[in-house]
């Protein structure tokens, strides 16, 4: 019996140890498994055990690599949870629950560190070692930590250069990469947003060690970081020794600059330098930059051996900033340069063919176009870069063909072939005659022909003007400046302050809006630094962005004996937070005050409002209002016109601002707009800050202890945070200073006069010239050319001189960079190499000369017409209600017996053309009505046909007009077949009156010369 109670009870324990084990796994997958973790601590270097060793689990303040590489985010041994202490052995045993020790539970990771301490060091006496376990379920773990002697490093500053600069990371390498086969923390990283004094790296003692420092920036892509820049402490190679126990402090901030101001400046300076001498002397503006950075590097050295590093930094960066534009800038220069010679050089083969072609008219002209051509081609080789850069790899079209190296010959032949052709191809060959008038083909060709045989027929005068043309040129390209540059920009703006002192804000990370807050380490560091005697915020409501902004809040009327009852409401659109004692001093906003006083530092209820505010809720001063759900005091009213032209220290507006969303066809706009100051609210700063409302401090003003402290402060805090921009207010100017792009232009004012007095001399010669060709001029209005035609001979002289000049004027312009250079009387000047320039220069030169000769041309073609009449054009339509046009002939006769003898000599001529000899163009039905006796009744009808019916009208020629003024003679003109090209015909029509009507006036003038 005893024997059966005996066996009962040993299965009721195995079943109560069969159930608890169940439980426990079960419990397992819910975290509440107890778990047991042993093993031993011993030391790396002797592999004896350690006594005392801390073993520690990690909930957080690591970050986990895929690679299994365990990264702290924090300072080191902040977030170790003390769980165990070895004993004598080095043995350590402890027992926890699951979910405690899990550091990842979605991914089942387990960290556990080991350390030793003693308490008569300093620090750490081992580098505290890890163990990274990937949970399977198991309910004990065996872990065996190998620790080495190690000392700490207190890390003081912050390595960050540039403002956008924000991640760092340290890692410790060393000379036999021990540490990488030893599971120690290697790295750290650290946010500039929680950037503090000091922070604490443990690395191994008694080897040799450096430190890596890297900018990292987050990827995202895996959720990692990559880095951007690096350096090493040390940087001269060497290594760094620590005694087991101690600490070393480093200043990284130091270390950084260092580096960028004994490293990295002086190569980014010297890869410049290669750059800029590849170039030449054309790069005499890049040149001086450099050496503004030259002088900002020494000078930043000078400051760093004295431990200002706040400065040092300033002038580090600015020279950084300059050194990169000029680099991009150069290699802009480069790729301009290759792709400009594709432009240049057929024009140059066009103007030596032009030059060829107004020398000489027989075949000498080829051998002297050659002769030119191969002199402005070298001359361009020698001053221009673009050949030699178009010849690398890099730029060259034909890389990789056997005709790789014969780029510049062929193109060179090319250029020439082109130009040669466009200046001699006979054009007219193949055209079709046309009695009608002349085509747009011919009209061009014989403009230009007969303007190169004048100016040929006029060499020196020719020589003379197209000089002073290629003087203006050259002038144009040595003696401007036109440039965009990026970097740190100071410069003079308009407006007038009320007080002095830096006004110092951020610019949106948005263009879409005005302002927006200003980071709180700005405002930190200002009132830390040393220098500031004052500082300022202002809190503004952050502006809206909408189509139709909406009130923020609303201000109500309270009445007390109807307990606290809202009665009228206000809306408020926008809110001011000051600190009133500063406040007061800087902007003297208490000058907007009507009645009541202005707000103190100390009336956390009290409230300013607009005088509008208080007329539509009938409130007063001390009566309560309601604003934002809290009950304030109204302390003052002020009036509202004053508030809006109230002016902070950037010479703008102090109100706040709203953004509206207008949408035009090619997307939204974005206009930003002042808040009405009537529906503004004024409190207290620390106040606003405590409001449900989207309100931020959005700029500080700060003053130093004497003015001269201003603009370099503002300098430095330009340069050192990001987006931050300052307005100095100083003795009645401001200046203001950012980071970003400048675009400056000078000499184009001078230049203007010049290209003025070039339009004048080309005004003056041409019309010389016209008062010297009045008998050409008659000739060729005799034969059939309209005035625009004989205008367009003189425009097409300029126009060739201009074109021949432009060229020749940049290409001497850009020789003349080096005439200037060897003459040490350079200017500084940005370096025009890209082909818009030369585009720009024949521009210039181009409407210069046609500006001049625009009146010699109008003046030459009405030089033989008796008045302004004999610019005849039509109408715009009809007469009204008939198809009949009416067109005044650009004669006018004056004499009453003139008059009939005109009719009758265009009867005559009419005629001419009604004889059978005429089938192209003919006239018929001619007839003369009314009487000769009285030449103002006589009508001459008739019908014009032209090119078989193409053009058929019917017309009648008459006067208007009385003795003592003068007869105008006018055609009237129908066309009866065709309504779709009658403009068309009338013109023919026109046109051949014209003819007529010229015959008439050279008879005249040829019967008046006779008789005389």
């Known amino acids: 019996m005893e024997g059966l109670k005996s066996f009962i009870v040993l299965l009721l324990l195995l079943f109560v140890a069969f159930a608890s084990q169940a439980v426990l796994m079960c419990a397992g997958s819910d975290g509440g498994q107890t778990v047991r973790v042993y093993g031993r601590v011993i030391n790396y270097d002797t592999n004896e055990p350690i006594h005392g060793a801390k073993i520690c689990v990690v909930n957080q303040g690591v970050w986990i690599r895929r690679v299994g590489e365990v990264i702290w985010l924090e300072n080191c041994g902040e977030n170790l949870v003390v769980m165990a202490e070895t004993d004598s052995s080095g043995l350590f045993e402890m027992y926890a629950d699951r979910a405690s020790l899990l550091y990842n539970p979605s991914r089942r990771e387990m960290i556990f560190f080991a350390y030793y301490d003693d308490n008569a060091t300093s620090m750490f006496d081992y580098v505290p070692s890890y163990k990274l376990i990937y949970d399977d379920g198991s309910s004990e773990y065996y872990l065996e930590f190998s620790l080495l002697p190690g000392a700490s490093i207190n890390l003081t500053g912050n390595p960050f250069f540039s403002p956008s600069e924000l991640i760092f990371s340290c890692e410790i390498m060393d000379e036999n990469n021990i540490v990488k086969n030893i599971s120690i923390v290697t790295r750290f990283i650290a946010w500039k947003s929680d950037m503090r004094e000091s922070r604490v790296m443990f690395v191994p003692a008694n080897l040799g060690l450096k430190i890596k420092v890297g900018i990292?920036?987050?990827?995202?892509?895996?959720?990692?970081?990559?880095?951007?820049?690096?350096?090493?402490?040390?940087?001269?190679?060497?290594?760094?020794?620590?005694?087991?126990?101690?600490?070393?402090?480093?200043?990284?901030?130091?270390?950084?600059?260092?580096?960028?101001?004994?490293?990295?400046?002086?190569?980014?300076?010297?890869?410049?330098?290669?750059?800029?001498?590849?170039?030449?002397v054309l790069s005499t503006y890049e040149r001086s930059r450099i050496r503004d950075a030259e002088g900002l590097l020494s000078r930043a050295r000078n400051l760093l051996s004295k431990g200002d590093y706040t400065n040092s930094q300033a002038d580090l960066y600015e020279a950084e900033l300059i050194l990169k534009d000029v680099e991009n800038s150069l290699l802009s220069i480069f790729q301009n340069s290759a792709a400009s010679i594709y432009l240049l050089t057929p024009f140059i083969g066009i103007s030596s063919s032009s030059l060829g072609a107004l020398l000489f008219r027989d075949k000498r002209r080829i051998f002297v176009s050659i002769i030119i051509y191969a002199i402005l081609v070298l001359t361009l080789y020698y001053a221009y870069p673009g050949y030699m850069i178009a010849q690398e790899p890099t730029y060259n079209p034909l890389t990789g063909t056997p005709l790789e190296h014969l780029l510049t010959p062929i193109f060179l032949a090319a250029s020439f072939l082109l130009g040669f052709i466009l200046i001699n191809a006979p054009y007219m060959r193949g055209e079709r005659s046309d009695r009608r008038t002349l085509s747009l083909r011919s009209a061009i060709v014989s403009s230009f022909s007969l303007a190169a045989e004048n100016l040929k027929r006029r060499k020196f005068r020719t020589f003379l003007v197209m000089s002073t043309i290629a003087i203006s040129v050259l002038a144009f390209i040595n003696l401007t400046s036109f440039i965009f540059e990026e970097g740190f920009v100071v410069e003079k703006v308009r407006g007038i302050t009320p007080s002095e002192g830096i006004f110092i804000c951020q610019q949106p990370v948005s263009n879409i809006y005005p302002y927006g807050p200003l980071d709180s380490e700005i405002i930190t560091w200002l009132n830390r630094h040393e220098d500031v005697c004052l500082s300022a915020p202002l809190l503004k409501s952050l502006p809206q962005v909408a189509f139709s902004p909406m009130p923020i809040g609303e201000l109500s009327a309270l009445k007390k004996e109807i307990k606290e009852e809202v009665m009228k409401r206000y809306n408020v659109f926008g809110v001011l937070g000051v600190k009133p004692s500063l406040e007061i001093n800087i902007t003297r906003l208490d000058q907007i005050i009507d009645a009541g006083n202005f707000?103190?530092?100390?009336?956390?209820?009290?409230?300013?409002?607009?005088?509008?505010?208080?007329?539509?809720?009938?409130?007063?001063?001390?009566?309560?209002?309601?604003?934002?759900?809290?009950?304030?005091?109204?302390v003052g009213i002020f009036n509202s016109v004053r508030l809006k032209e109230m002016k902070d220290l950037n010479g703008r507006s102090i109100l706040p601002q709203n953004v509206r969303v207008l949408i035009t066809e090619g997307g939204p706009s974005y206009i930003s707009e002042y808040v009405p100051p009537e529906n503004v609210v004024i409190v207290l700063d620390e106040t606003a800050s405590k409001l449900p409302l989207n309100i931020a401090v959005v700029r500080t003003v700060s003053r130093t202890l004497n003015s001269e402290q201003m603009l370099p402060l503002a300098r430095v805090l330009t340069l050192t945070f990001s987006r931050v921009e300052a307005f100095v207010s100083l003795e009645g100017e401001i200046t203001h200073l950012y980071v970003g792009h400048r675009l400056a232009a000078y000499g184009f004012?001078?230049?203007?006069?010049?290209?003025?007095?070039?339009?004048?001399?080309?005004?003056?010669?041409?019309?010389?010239?016209?008062?010297?060709?009045?008998?050409?001029?008659?000739?060729?209005?005799?034969?059939?050319?309209?005035?625009?035609?004989?205008?367009?001979?003189f425009l097409c002289e300029a126009l060739i001189m201009a074109f021949i000049a432009g060229s020749l004027g940049y290409l001497f312009g850009l020789v003349n960079y080096h005439i200037l250079f060897s003459s040490n009387i350079a200017p500084v000047v940005k370096y025009k190499a890209e082909a818009s320039w030369c585009m720009l220069a024949l521009l210039l030169s181009t409407a210069s000369s046609m500006i001049g000769s625009l009146i010699p041309s109008l003046k030459a073609s009405l030089k033989m017409t008796p008045s302004l009449l004999r610019r005849f054009a039509l109408p715009s339509g009809g007469i009204v209600g008939s198809d009949t046009w009416v067109i005044e002939?650009?004669?006018?006769?004056?004499?009453?017996?003139?008059?009939?003898?005109f009719f009758l000599f265009i009867e005559r001529k009419?005629?001419?053309?009604?004889?059978?000899?005429?089938?192209?163009?003919?006239?018929?039905?001619?007839?003369?009505?009314?009487?000769?006796r009285q030449p103002e009744s006589l009508r001459l009808k008739f019908s014009y046909k032209y090119g078989f019916d193409y053009v058929n009208t019917e017309n009648a020629l008459f006067a208007t007009g009385d003795p003592r003024s003068g007869y105008t003679i006018r055609l009237s003109s129908r066309t009866p077949l065709s309504i779709y090209w009658g403009k068309e015909n009338v013109w023919q029509t026109a046109s051949f009156i014209r003819r007529l009507a010229l015959e008439y006036t050279e008879k005249e003038k040829i019967e008046s010369g006779s008789s005389t």
């Not at 920036?217 to 190679?237: L, M, Q, W």
């Not at 003025?756 to 009045?774: D, M, P």
């Not at 002939?889 to 003898?901: A, C, H, Q, R, S």
């Open 216 to 280: 990292l920036i987050f990827s995202g892509r895996y959720d990692t970081y990559e880095e951007v820049f690096n350096f090493t402490i040390p940087s001269d190679g060497s290594y760094l020794h620590f005694k087991q126990g101690k600490q070393v402090t480093l200043d990284l901030k130091e270390h950084r600059l260092l580096t960028e101001a004994y490293i990295v400046i002086p190569r980014l300076i010297d890869n410049v330098k290669l750059l800029a001498d590849k170039i030449g």
């Open 599 to 634: 707000i103190s530092d100390l009336d956390l209820d009290g409230i300013l409002i607009s005088d509008e505010a208080s007329g539509e809720l009938g409130v007063g001063i001390k009566d309560k209002v309601m604003f934002c759900g809290r009950n304030f005091t109204v």
């Open 749 to 793: 004012t001078e230049i203007s006069i010049l290209l003025v007095l070039t339009s004048l001399n080309v005004g003056v010669t041409l019309l010389n010239s016209v008062y010297e060709r009045r008998r050409e001029i008659m000739i060729l209005s005799t034969v059939g050319l309209n005035p625009t035609q004989i205008a367009a001979i």
């Open 889 to 901: 002939v650009p004669l006018k006769i004056v004499n009453y017996w003139d008059l009939g003898e």
């Open 910 to 932: 009419m005629r001419d053309y009604s004889g059978p000899s005429h089938f192209e163009e003919k006239v018929e039905k001619v007839r003369l009505e009314g009487d000769v």
